[in-house]
């Protein structure tokens, strides 16, 4: 199935995969909105990341997403490349799957049994492997509704423009009068099989207050212990580890002060 | 059984203004029925990987990469390619900067990067540099190092004849 076709077609043409048929889901209408509804953003999945980028709404109250969508590929690559295709390709370098962990987004699949809302945490299986059925596709990208004291987001290191991340971070959280932090997500990039949702991490920070740097340091160091980088050219688990954790703090810094807290 | 496509499919395409109507491969890439189809060989096969952009077109208005995108995705859609840029004969202004500029050396990339850089001036008349160093980031240039190509964009930017 082709969207955008800015992994596949570099697939295809590196005979990295050969499918008999090819389906073009382009022209299905109503698949590239972005609205709010009562309690989400909703996005189509065709949408492509050029209108995810000069989308006003989501800069201003989904700023990981935005974020992303400037770093995604290159202009020309976010022209054509849709929030579907970098989300159901199971890429772990893709960047909008640790947004959606980060978000605690929902990826809904339309099939012949009908619609169901399958959770990110639960989306990412394996490498290139996500949980739509053969007889699903993607149709909707959604995540929960911003609410006063938000704020998120993602930063990514890359040796150079449209390159795959040598690694990325995505923080959200929400923070309480005061500047304790009451819910955080985070999401990492290009260190694993998948996009890795930092679990041990965000329940530590979880109650801890946005301002205590040492807290936000351990914060850090506990995501890059849930990394799992493979050595490649762009650089060594250990390089990478300490990337992510470098990331993570400093995500978590910029989400709260979006958000309106003191850090 | 699985079903196979092995037909030849009939697209119609607006390339530079004119109609143009043909029966192609699926698995044909835009920029080879643009180059080999319709014999508009200013479009460029750099990298064939998709990381280059000197096959830079605009579809519908915008940037794309011609060899990763089907030509039967252009079905019923707007290209234009660099030499839909010259009127009458007359350099178009980006064209007309970048040669004033120097904006080029070996030329290879210039057909993609006057595409892009067209695409950028079309939606922001003036951009800072750094609008432009964005706009021009999918484009890889190996001779010049960006610098005049920049200067190229912003002289085209300046440019009244628009």
Same mark, same amino acid.
């Given at each position: 199935m082709i969207a955008g076709g800015q992994s596949l077609i570099p697939l295809l043409k590196l005979r990295l995969a050969s499918p008999s048929l090819l389906v073009d889901i382009n022209r299905i209408p109503g698949l590239n909105r972005i609205e709010e509804s009562e309690d989400f953003l909703r996005i189509g999945a065709l949408t492509r990341m050029t209108e995810i980028e000069k989308s006003a709404l989501i800069k201003e109250h989904y700023p990981s997403i935005h974020d992303a969508s400037e770093v995604i590929g290159d202009p020309l690559v976010r022209n054509l490349g849709t929030v579907g295709g970098n989300i159901a390709h199971g890429d772990p370098n893709n960047d909008m799957p640790s947004v959606m962990l980060a978000l605690g987004g929902e990826l809904v699949a339309v099939g012949p049994a009908g619609e169901r809302a399958i959770k990110a945490r639960d989306f990412f299986l394996d490498t290139i492997t996500v949980a739509l059925n053969h007889d699903e596709i993607l149709t909707e990208v959604r995540v929960p509704r911003w609410r006063p004291g938000s704020g998120g987001c993602y930063l990514k290191l890359e040796q150079k423009v449209a390159d795959f991340a040598t690694a990325g971070a995505a923080v959200q959280v929400r923070l309480a009068k005061g500047g304790t932090c009451e819910e955080i997500g985070i999401g990492l990039t290009a260190v694993g099989p998948t996009a890795i949702k930092a679990r041990k991490a965000e329940d530590w920070m979880r109650g801890k207050l946005a301002s205590d740097s040492a807290a936000v340091q351990e914060l850090g160091r506990l995501a890059a212990e849930e990394s799992d980088p493979s050595m490649d050219l762009r650089g060594s688990p250990v390089y990478k580890k300490r990337v992510v954790a470098l990331l993570v703090s400093r995500a978590f810094g910029r989400a709260c002060e979006r958000a309106g807290g003191a850090t | 059984m699985r079903p196979r496509v092995t037909g030849r499919v009939p697209i119609s395409v607006t390339v530079n203004g004119v109609k143009k109507e043909a029966e192609v491969d699926p698995r044909l890439l835009l920029v080879h029925f643009i180059r080999e189809? !319709? #014999? !508009? @060989? #200013? @479009?460029h096969v750099g990298c064939d990987t998709s990381n280059c952009s000197s096959c830079a077109v605009l579809m519908d208005g915008r940037a794309v990469k011609a060899c990763t995108v089907l030509a039967v995705q252009a079905d019923g859609r707007e290209i234009l390619t660099v030499e839909g840029l010259s009127r009458e004969g007359e350099l178009h202004p980006i064209q007309e900067a970048f040669l004033a500029k120097h904006g080029l050396q070996c030329g290879f990339c210039t057909p993609g990067m006057l595409m892009s850089a067209y695409a950028l001036l079309k939606e922001n008349r003036h951009p800072t540099e750094e609008e432009i160093r964005k706009g021009i980031s999918g484009n890889i240039c190996r001779c010049t190092g960006y610098v005049q190509i920049i200067e190229s964009v912003q002289q085209a930017a300046r440019s009244k004849k628009w």
């Amino acid at each position: 199935m082709i969207a955008g076709g800015q992994s596949l077609i570099p697939l295809l043409k590196l005979r990295l995969a050969s499918p008999s048929l090819l389906v073009d889901i382009n022209r299905i209408p109503g698949l590239n909105r972005i609205e709010e509804s009562e309690d989400f953003l909703r996005i189509g999945a065709l949408t492509r990341m050029t209108e995810i980028e000069k989308s006003a709404l989501i800069k201003e109250h989904y700023p990981s997403i935005h974020d992303a969508s400037e770093v995604i590929g290159d202009p020309l690559v976010r022209n054509l490349g849709t929030v579907g295709g970098n989300i159901a390709h199971g890429d772990p370098n893709n960047d909008m799957p640790s947004v959606m962990l980060a978000l605690g987004g929902e990826l809904v699949a339309v099939g012949p049994a009908g619609e169901r809302a399958i959770k990110a945490r639960d989306f990412f299986l394996d490498t290139i492997t996500v949980a739509l059925n053969h007889d699903e596709i993607l149709t909707e990208v959604r995540v929960p509704r911003w609410r006063p004291g938000s704020g998120g987001c993602y930063l990514k290191l890359e040796q150079k423009v449209a390159d795959f991340a040598t690694a990325g971070a995505a923080v959200q959280v929400r923070l309480a009068k005061g500047g304790t932090c009451e819910e955080i997500g985070i999401g990492l990039t290009a260190v694993g099989p998948t996009a890795i949702k930092a679990r041990k991490a965000e329940d530590w920070m979880r109650g801890k207050l946005a301002s205590d740097s040492a807290a936000v340091q351990e914060l850090g160091r506990l995501a890059a212990e849930e990394s799992d980088p493979s050595m490649d050219l762009r650089g060594s688990p250990v390089y990478k580890k300490r990337v992510v954790a470098l990331l993570v703090s400093r995500a978590f810094g910029r989400a709260c002060e979006r958000a309106g807290g003191a850090t | 059984m699985r079903p196979r496509v092995t037909g030849r499919v009939p697209i119609s395409v607006t390339v530079n203004g004119v109609k143009k109507e043909a029966e192609v491969d699926p698995r044909l890439l835009l920029v080879h029925f643009i180059r080999e189809d !319709l #014999g !508009l @060989t #200013g @479009t460029h096969v750099g990298c064939d990987t998709s990381n280059c952009s000197s096959c830079a077109v605009l579809m519908d208005g915008r940037a794309v990469k011609a060899c990763t995108v089907l030509a039967v995705q252009a079905d019923g859609r707007e290209i234009l390619t660099v030499e839909g840029l010259s009127r009458e004969g007359e350099l178009h202004p980006i064209q007309e900067a970048f040669l004033a500029k120097h904006g080029l050396q070996c030329g290879f990339c210039t057909p993609g990067m006057l595409m892009s850089a067209y695409a950028l001036l079309k939606e922001n008349r003036h951009p800072t540099e750094e609008e432009i160093r964005k706009g021009i980031s999918g484009n890889i240039c190996r001779c010049t190092g960006y610098v005049q190509i920049i200067e190229s964009v912003q002289q085209a930017a300046r440019s009244k004849k628009w």
